[in-house]
């Protein structure tokens, strides 16, 4: 039986705001292809900060805002990730500490949830190695089956991972953008797609992560947020978050941290695009990168981390490949958490920041080490 939350107030596309039906399965928007973004009324949700004290220590303690009522999750306890300080006023959100070992696993709880719930008898995802993780891993708590694909070059650990949550996996010569395409040409037909902004809750799941970190910061909002972006789902989510926790009363109207997308210099959408003034992402070109969550060529939701970006006054950065290696080894022997290539592109951007005088000492900077760095070698 289909239980959405009484506090859904609809799911709109975030392009031209077409409304679809919440209670099917629902993909892109069905005029212009866009993203749907999930609704809530946030006017009648009664939500305060301070009474979350006793809820479980996962995602789920964010149920208002979250599309499903409980005893329905597909969960296997994932979010409330540390907030590690490192140095003053730098903290590292580790989502390394998540199941599967990334913050992939956010938004598989809640996409998979709902997939579950809506009728999907099987679920596919192309993947650059961590949200394939997640998505087996998930589709097996489920117990729905699953078919990943992923570039050919992605790390080993990756595929076993996968077949040991006994998903079936493809290599695909490519990117992520031929793995997704090969699937939609020769993936199993009953399958409900859950690529990244394919389908609207993911977003949902990572958005949790800005909730967690008003909370962990006792209602502050941090001055500067650093994410390594690939698809985006994680700034967009987090974004979306802030409003809402504007709305819930936890932070003042327009309260926002000034969100830095960073990019690798071998694939950097999103930075050329800001760079240039333009409102949406043009394809990269021969995407190379060893931070291969930041190989995405061609994101779908650009235009979405371009407004994030913009309407945060933040900034987009590309690192390049020595400097995102170097400070993912200096920030783990720093500090002993367990950095991945992308989370060294944060730290990277933030000593260039830092350097160059637009991260001042007196900021309160929040870097996020979005997986384990262990699956890379
Ligand atoms: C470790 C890691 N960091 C960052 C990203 C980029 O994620 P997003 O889609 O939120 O931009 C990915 C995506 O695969 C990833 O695996």
């Not at 212009?32 to 006793?54: Q, S």
Request: proline share 7%; hydrophobic share 45%; charged share 20%.
């Amino acid at each position: 039986m289909l239980r959405l939350s009484p506090h859904l107030d609809g799911v709109r596309c975030f392009a031209c705001g077409l409304a679809h039906d919440p209670r099917t399965l629902l993909g892109v928007c069905t005029a212009c292809g866009m993203p749907l973004r999930v609704d809530y009324d946030l006017a009648a949700i009664r939500l305060h900060r301070g009474a979350l004290g006793g809820r479980t220590p996962s995602l789920w303690r964010y149920r208002e805002v979250l599309p499903l009522v409980e005893g329905d999750e597909v969960t296997l306890t994932e979010g409330c990730t540390p907030l590690v300080p490192v140095a003053r006023n730098v903290w590292v959100k580790d989502e390394a500490r998540n199941p599967t070992g990334s913050f992939k696993a956010r938004g598989m709880a809640v996409a998979v949830s709902m997939a579950k719930h809506l009728g999907a008898r099987a679920l596919a995802a192309p993947s650059a190695g961590n949200a394939a993780g997640a998505l087996a891993a998930y589709g097996a708590r489920a117990a729905l089956p699953v078919t990943v694909a992923m570039p050919e070059d992605t790390p080993r650990v990756f595929f076993e991972e996968c077949r040991h949550y006994g998903a079936t996996v493809q290599a695909v010569p490519g990117t992520i953008s031929d793995a997704g395409r090969f699937l939609r040409e020769h993936g199993p037909r009953d399958a409900f797609d859950v690529s990244t902004l394919r389908e609207p809750y993911r977003i949902e799941g990572k958005k949790t992560m800005a909730y967690e970190l008003v909370e962990q910061m006792a209602g502050e909002v941090p001055d500067v947020v650093l994410y390594p972006t690939g698809g985006g789902t994680g700034l967009i989510g987090m974004w979306k978050a802030f409003h809402e926790m504007a709305a819930l009363g936890w932070i003042p109207a327009g309260a926002m941290p000034r969100f830095v997308a960073v990019q690798a210099a071998g694939c950097a959408p999103v930075v050329r695009a800001f760079e240039r003034g333009e409102e949406r992402t043009a394809p990269w070109v021969d995407p190379e990168t060893r931070a291969y969550g930041l190989r995405v060529p061609a994101p779908l939701g650009g235009f979405l981390c371009l407004r994030a970006l913009r309407e945060s006054r933040g900034t987009a950065v590309a690192v390049d490949e020595g400097e995102l290696g170097r400070a993912a080894a200096a920030l783990a022997a720093s500090s002993g958490i367990d950095v991945c290539p992308e989370g060294g592109a944060a730290w990277a951007a933030l000593e260039r920041f830092r350097a160059g005088g637009q991260v001042r000492d007196s900021d309160r900077v929040v870097v996020f080490n979005t997986g384990t760095g262990l699956k890379y070698r």
